[in-house]
């Protein structure tokens, strides 16, 4: 397989004036030359195959826009080296966005006041897309998700999940080599997410299309990614599989039981009897996020029954959210 995405050693700084407080202080800042240099991303370098689906995490403030603002051609990388399918995308804008599709969070690229269809219309102009390429696309988008029903209703009239929907389709238009889709499915429902996720699924396995995927949502991640990109403070901290992620922390279990009585009350007990355990509670469960290579999942349940009358529990393999929160807070040796 070809390597679609080359990045090597980038990084990207700003200049940032060191403002002042108060009035005098905004005075004085508009004749000031005091800036700090702000380092966004810290030598960065990954290569992405054809047809990869690939979770690009990391905390707000890590660097993912200004890494997806540089691949995408709108910032050039201070130092470093970056190429889209052969181009830099910098210097060649026009050529490089007629290979890409764009998804930047809830900023639709649809016509507000227009139905569906002539938005989808006028793109069929834009990129300069055959009659016959066209009606397949189509085709393809009402075998996946029924389309018709939103063809000709105004964008301002659909729901968020509608609209999402939609920019996605509009995305996936021109038949782009790489997409790129900023929080897809933040404040959906569950059911619009699942749809969504499976309409991604669906296009990159029958185009092959390269799909660099940025999310908080974790359900997003174990749906659609094999692999996947940490970053944080604009240093890469991971780059492997979700598979090969989990191995680092495989000791780790949640130990989740019910109990009778308060349960906010219950989990504050347990958490002072194990401080060095993260744990937490929703309205039904307490949750002991636990290390056995301090101490046994059984020792903890068995200490746990000497003090707590425990109605259920439940064991399960800790999720991709707590690695990825972990790595957050531990990093990768």
């Not at 990391?58 to 691949?71: D, F, H, L, P, V």
């Not at 490089?96 to 219309?121: C, D, H, M, T």
């Not at 996936?172 to 080599?177: I, Q, R, W």
């Not at 959906?188 to 092959?208: F, G, P, Q, W, Y």
Request: with cysteine.
């Amino acid at each position: 397989m070809s390597q679609i995405i080359q990045i090597k050693n980038i990084t990207k700084e700003f200049k940032v004036l060191n403002r002042r407080e108060g009035l005098k202080g905004s005075l004085k800042d508009l004749f000031s030359r005091d800036y700090k240099i702000v380092r966004a991303v810290d030598n960065i370098s990954m290569n992405v195959e054809q047809g990869e689906i690939v979770g690009y995490l990391g905390s707000n403030g890590a660097g993912k826009s200004t890494t997806i603002k540089m691949m995408t051609g709108v910032l050039e990388p201070t130092s470093g080296e970056i190429l889209i399918d052969g181009n830099i995308p910098y210097k060649n804008r026009a050529k490089n966005a007629q290979e890409i599709g764009v998804v930047f969070g809830q900023r639709s690229q649809l016509w507000w006041a227009l139905p569906l269809i002539e938005s989808f219309k006028i793109l069929k102009d834009i990129y300069q897309i055959s009659d016959s390429d066209y009606d397949s696309i189509m085709s393809l988008y009402q075998s996946l998700v029924d389309i018709e029903p939103l063809l000709h209703k105004p964008v301002r009239q659909m729901s968020l999940g509608q609209r999402t929907l939609s920019d996605i389709l509009a995305a996936f238009l021109h038949n782009p080599k790489i997409v790129f889709l900023d929080e897809p499915t933040i404040g959906l429902d569950v059911s619009m997410k699942s749809k969504i996720r499976t309409l991604i699924h669906a296009l990159n396995k029958e185009k092959n299309t390269t799909v660099i995927l940025t999310t908080h949502d974790m359900g997003d991640v174990d749906a659609l990614c094999r692999r996947i990109v940490i970053i944080d403070k604009g240093k890469m901290l991971y780059d492997n599989d979700i598979a090969h992620l989990k191995g680092f922390f495989g000791s780790y279990r949640t130990l989740k039981i019910r109990t009778d009585g308060d349960i906010s009350e219950h989990s504050e007990q347990i958490r002072k009897k194990f401080p060095e355990f993260k744990v937490s509670a929703d309205e039904e469960w307490i949750s002991v996020l636990v290390d056995e290579e301090k101490e046994k999942v059984i020792d903890v349940l068995s200490t746990l029954q000497k003090t707590h009358k425990i109605r259920d529990m439940q064991l399960e393999e800790i999720s991709t959210e707590d690695v990825v929160k972990k790595i957050y807070e531990e990093g990768v040796s």
